[in-house]
């Protein structure tokens, strides 16, 4: 069995509330209401996590502080997301029960066509030729989501949730040791554009230390011009052009990107799909997030068998969850794509009895020679096809005293992203999360490039209804494709092994695709190798991108999750 982690520090940071002018950006009549008690909040970095825990103080909602929380991100998490990307929220209203799901994945530019990513011979560029410049950047549209979400779901004025971010960014944040390292080993990317080797780097090029104090005033500009003018600002004013002439003009890879581009980007209100599993509603973002329809196949696979027997100890549990991650993983390969392009069928994969047809090819005593994906009802003619994902992102959640919850992914794709910066902060790499290869032996591929459309992608906002229909679990995860496995691992590790949603997060990590399987270096899975091996298994220990944050309803009472991992932190109102 796994020791139980030593617990979060849920030392709130001291903060001084300071009133906000009603700026003239309203998507709705907004105001202040009298605080609740019980909110909670987790983020990967604890000044984000602080500002969201700033807006639940003022009266604010579940929605408006992960906003905050996310505007901060992009101040003190710059190599993982920010207003330059993109992301997904889900949102449950406590009064009325709804689920929402909000859609701010980036788009490709209206000049962009299936062979974006295919060089002058015709073959699909390496990801470090795709990524570097102007080529690789969508439409960002987290600030168009985020003014969804408020318009929905807010209660305070949208400039109120800017104030965390641009104090950080005005008065000055400090390097932690995640980010110098990430300046050290991805310095190429920090450093691309003079304003980011400015802003990070010394005269003779070497990264500032851990504790060096950055103050970012051009970034605190534009987020209190976006604050004070609302999203059209950002994608009509001085911001947009700064995108358009940063793309346009990059040093690597320029791109055909317009203001048209970026005045005609509009974030989307989705379905969100659900599955039972043991008596327990399953619930996350539908397409073009791939995230919750496998982490609900990969549950569902599992369902017939007894992992709680098991144990988490058990090296046939983590077989059979390596098996059923395989058989997600082909079908979201091969079926999930842009809902507006493609016809994603995404009743058929979540269908019960397709589902047990895929169940019954998992045996619990060796493992499959091969995991193919399979043909969900209502499925179209595509070919499988996988897409590079770089392991970066961040997630945050947040519930309010009200008991709404909003549990948000947002990112700008690889460590910073496309190394643009524009309007101090860094431009995304989202586009090459469109498989490279447009078609495949004469059939296209789902999720190929297509003007307009936003490519797929494995995060995974998620909430987990208990069998009273309370709200049980809100979680997610930052780590490209590994984000799937991650929430999938937890889900079952709270509701199969009895672990509190802390101790989930933080135990040991598998992750299998293909004839893949990895499991965590360092972790207690390593001492398993040897029984998974047996099984027909080769795993490889490797360091894994892991980042989970999570909210848990437990004994009557909210708390929070952040993975030990990162720097993450969780704090109650």
């Not at 105001?31 to 807006?55: E, H, K």
């Not at 190599?79 to 909000?102: E, K, N, P, Y």
């Not at 950002?234 to 048209?260: H, L």
Request: aromatic share 6%.
């Amino acid at each position: 069995m796994f020791s139980r982690a030593l617990a979060l520090a849920l030392a709130a940071l001291v903060a001084v509330a300071q009133p906000f002018a009603a700026g003239p950006f309203a998507a709705r009549p907004v105001a202040a209401r009298t605080p609740v008690a019980g909110g909670v909040v987790s983020a990967a970095d604890p000044r984000a996590a602080d500002a969201g825990r700033q807006i639940l103080a003022k009266g604010g909602s579940a929605a408006d502080a992960a906003i905050a929380i996310a505007l901060a991100l992009t101040v003190v998490e710059p190599q993982s997301s920010g207003i330059g990307g993109g992301g997904f929220l889900v949102h449950h209203d406590a009064r009325t029960g709804r689920l929402s799901g909000f859609d701010g994945r980036e788009t490709a530019p209206l000049a962009a066509g299936p062979d974006l990513f295919l060089g002058p011979d015709g073959r699909p560029l390496s990801g470090a030729d795709a990524v570097p410049g102007g080529r690789s950047v969508g439409v960002p549209g987290n600030i168009r989501m985020f003014a969804l979400a408020h318009q929905r779901h807010g209660r305070l004025p949208w400039r109120a949730l800017f104030a965390p971010a641009i104090a950080l960014a005005r008065d000055g944040f400090r390097i932690t040791p995640r980010l110098h390292e990430f300046l050290v080993n991805r310095g190429r990317g920090a450093g691309f554009t003079p304003f980011g080797r400015d802003l990070f780097f010394d005269a003779a090029g070497q990264p500032h230390p851990a504790g060096t104090l950055i103050r970012n005033p051009v970034l605190a500009d534009t987020l209190s011009a976006i604050a004070r003018f609302g999203p059209d600002h950002f994608y009509a004013g001085p911001p947009a052009r700064a995108i358009v002439a940063a793309v346009t003009g990059a040093p690597r890879n320029p791109q055909r990107m317009t203001a048209d581009d970026l005045a005609s980007y509009a974030a989307r209100e989705r379905p969100v799909p659900c599955a039972t599993y043991r008596a327990h509603r399953i619930c996350g973002m539908g397409p073009p997030a791939s995230g919750p329809i496998a982490v609900i196949q990969i549950l569902k696979q599992l369902e017939r068998f007894d992992l709680k027997a098991m144990g988490p100890g058990d090296p046939r549990a983590w077989h059979l969850i390596a098996e059923s991650m395989r058989l997600a993983y082909a079908d979201r390969d091969a079926h999930v794509a842009d809902p507006d392009f493609v016809a994603v069928p995404v009743a058929g994969l979540i269908d019960a009895a397709y589902l047990a047809e895929r169940s019954a090819l998992i045996a619990p005593d060796r493992r499959m020679a091969d995991a193919p994906a399979g043909t969900p009802p209502g499925a179209s003619e595509v070919m499988r096809a996988p897409a590079p994902e770089p392991a970066s992102t961040s997630h945050m959640v947040a519930v309010d005293g009200r008991g709404n919850v909003a549990t948000l992914t947002s990112t700008i794709e690889g460590p910073f992203g496309s190394g643009l910066t524009a309007a101090g902060f860094y431009l995304n790499n989202e586009l090459t999360d469109f498989s490279f290869v447009p078609e495949k032996d004469g059939r296209r591929v789902a999720n190929r490039v297509e003007p307009g459309k936003r490519p797929r992608s494995s995060m995974a906002p998620m909430i987990v209804y208990g069998p009273d229909g309370h709200v049980r679990l809100a979680l997610g995860a930052a780590g490209g494709s590994t984000i799937i496995a991650q929430v999938a691992k937890a889900i079952i590790a709270v509701l199969d092994w009895g672990m509190t949603a802390e101790v989930a997060i933080a135990a040991p990590q598998l992750y299998a695709t293909g004839d893949t399987l990895v499991i965590e270096q360092g972790s207690a899975l390593e001492p398993l190798a040897p029984a998974l091996a047996a099984l027909g298994h080769r795993p490889v220990a490797r360091t894994l991108p892991l980042k989970g944050n999570a909210a848990e309803w437990r004994d009557g009472a909210w708390s929070g999750a952040a993975d030990r991992r990162s720097e993450g932190a969780a704090f109650k109102q």
